[in-house]
């Protein structure tokens, strides 16, 4: 099913499987380090093999794949945009995402400053002086691609990582 | 001053609030320890000066500046100004209408903040079911208008036909005024051969109860002219008691109805110049040669429970050899409330108008006892339904006005 060779993204939200079926013992939930085991070390690889400026590229990519599933599966794309905004902060709140909020948004424009505290990716890790939320950049921009039909940019300006509290993101259309 | 010195006197103006000078690092170029200790105490002025100017701003309500970035000093700062910034952006939400925005993490504000949405939403809540009872209650009051503006196009059809009025009258004028759309006075004319018959009818109540009772009356009316005739006037009024009262079920004490009207009926042979009037609690003002004489009715009413049906009525007889205007009004005119201290019109004002204006045309009197009863009224509301019938009989001696 997905380990053939291609070119295009076949992944489907059924792909995550029946976990109720499957872990009737462990249940739904892991812990966020075993999350970002999974996430630091494929980056690490990811470097190793093609280069920082590819590896965060491929996370990018894969997280606006996310984003996109989420948005069609898990959201509700008939509401008007602040009711949806609503929705998307209790969804990520409630599956221990991150706490979403905006600080700043042009609705005419669709330019949005927005911040993630708590941040599934990387609130907690040590100090690299650098952002690392690549995916989140991608999950957003998928979101927003598939709630409104336009390309978005992305990009985090301040993270965890790089020594602020929360990660914030500057939205606006892919010109 | 020593190196060391100046690396101490720094960390002291900072320690009182106060931003030295950045260090000269080339002054200790030659010594490693020394540079770095200048390179620390540098970077710790910087981000003491960047700390200061962010947490001045945020403390002056200015939202719009960045974060100093990789300064720790003020990370608990930069997490407020994210949050103020954030709240910001939500309260403006809310001013634009939208209340699906909710706070969370904030401590006692998000509590405060959540509270507040759920009151507006409840309160939203009220309002669309207060604007939607209002679109109910404005529907229902069109449909109430329209119902009431179609009764009265059929009470208007049930008065008497001005031309056939005109056939049989010198002059006449009809003031015919309910206080809503609709009301209970109403004037009737009925004519047999030369003689007519004349009414002027105030039930009780107004409104759509009024104007049920004068389909009653009139009807009844009909019916007690068609019984005894029309010369005697005060038969009809016998006979027309009778009816109503069997009508409304007056003769059963447990009737609901306690309802009746009065009435002013003239039946007139112009030919012979002979008037026979009867009344039940309305008048007849006569008016000749500049004198008005009032005939009043009999106080007995038709129909309520309390009327005697055996009440024989007055007739008088009233022989006009010279032009006379004869009048007949409900009394929605006599207790019409105006004037600078809110009396009523009153009988003597009526009067007063009729020994002025009597002998002039009637279409110039209806205009001038118009003008007269609004200019009286003021603001104040119509308090009843008003009837104000005049004509003329020009006697046995000749016509006044001619046609």
């Not at chain 1, 109720?20 to 980056?43: A, F, I, K």
């Not at chain 2, 503006?149 to 003031?175: C, K, S, W």
């Not at chain 2, 109503?244 to 030919?271: F, M, T, W, Y």
Request: hydrophobic share 40%; with cysteine.
């Amino acid at each position: 099913m997905f380990k053939e060779e291609r070119t295009d993204y076949r992944f489907k939200w059924a792909d995550l499987g029946n976990i109720e079926e499957g872990r009737p013992n462990l249940g739904p939930t892991t812990l966020v380090s075993v999350y970002r085991l999974m996430q630091y070390t494929l980056r690490d690889v990811l470097i190793s093999k093609y280069g920082v400026e590819a590896a965060n590229g491929i996370l990018v990519e894969a997280g606006k794949l996310a984003g996109s599933e989420f948005c069609l599966n898990l959201l509700n794309r008939q509401l008007g945009f602040e009711a949806f905004v609503a929705e998307l902060q209790e969804k990520l709140k409630s599956l221990n995402v991150g706490i979403l909020r905006v600080e700043k948004s042009n609705i005419d424009k669709m330019e949005f400053t927005l911040t993630v505290s708590e941040d599934l990716d990387c609130s907690g890790l040590p100090l690299l002086g650098e952002t690392v939320c690549d995916y989140d950049e991608g999950f957003i921009a998928g979101i927003l691609n598939t709630y409104t039909g336009r390309d978005f940019d992305v990009k985090e300006v301040d993270c965890w990582a790089s020594g602020e509290r929360t990660c914030r993101f500057h939205v606006k259309p892919k010109e | 001053m020593s190196t060391l010195d100046q690396a101490t006197e720094a960390i002291l103006s900072l320690l009182r609030g106060q931003t030295p000078n950045v260090l000269l690092e080339d002054d200790v170029c030659d010594r490693e320890d020394l540079a770095r200790l200048f390179q620390a105490t540098n970077a710790l002025i910087k981000g003491f000066a960047e700390a200061q100017d962010f947490i001045f701003a945020l403390s002056q309500g200015v939202l719009n500046v960045d974060p100093p970035h990789r300064n720790f000093l003020v990370s608990s700062f930069k997490d407020l100004h994210a949050h103020l910034r954030h709240l910001t952006w939500q309260t403006q939400q809310v001013a634009r209408g939208d209340l699906s925005q909710r706070v969370d993490f904030l401590g006692d504000f998000s509590e405060a903040f959540n509270t507040m949405i759920e009151a507006l939403r409840e309160k939203r809540l009220i309002e669309k079911e207060l604007q939607r009872a209002n679109e109910q209650l404005r529907e229902a009051h069109a449909q109430i208008i329209d119902s009431l503006q179609y009764g009265r196009t059929i009470q208007t059809a049930f008065l008497p036909n001005r031309e056939e009025m005109a056939a049989h009258l010198d002059d006449f004028f009809v003031i015919w005024k309910p206080k809503d759309v609709i009301g209970g006075d109403i004037y009737r004319f009925n004519s047999i051969a030369d003689r007519f018959l004349i009414a002027v009818i105030d039930c009780t109540g107004h409104g759509v109860p009024g104007s049920i009772m004068t389909m009653i009356a009139g009807s009844s009316l009909d019916e007690a002219r068609r019984n005894v005739g029309l010369h005697d006037p005060a038969a009809v009024l016998q006979e027309l008691n009778r009816i109503v009262k069997r009508a409304l079920n007056q003769h059963h004490s447990e009737s609901p109805s306690d309802d009746g009207l009065d009435i002013g009926i003239c039946s007139v042979d112009p030919e012979a110049g002979r008037v026979v009037f009867s009344g039940a609690k309305i008048a007849l003002y006569c008016c000749v040669n500049g004198e008005v004489r009032e005939i009043k009715g009999d106080k007995q009413p038709i129909g309520y429970k309390r009327s005697n049906v055996s009440h024989r009525y007055t007739n008088h007889m009233i022989t006009i050899d010279s032009p006379m205007s004869l009048y007949m009004t409900t009394d929605g005119l006599l207790h019409q409330i105006g004037g600078s201290r809110g009396f009523p019109f009153g009988k003597r004002r009526f009067i007063r108008f009729l020994i002025d204006h009597w002998a002039k045309p009637m279409g110039q009197q209806q205009a001038l006892l118009e003008q007269a009863l609004e200019s009286y009224r003021g603001d104040e509301p119509q308090v009843d339904d008003i009837t104000v019938l005049g004509f003329t009989i020009a006697g046995r001696r000749g016509r006044r006005h001619e046609p």
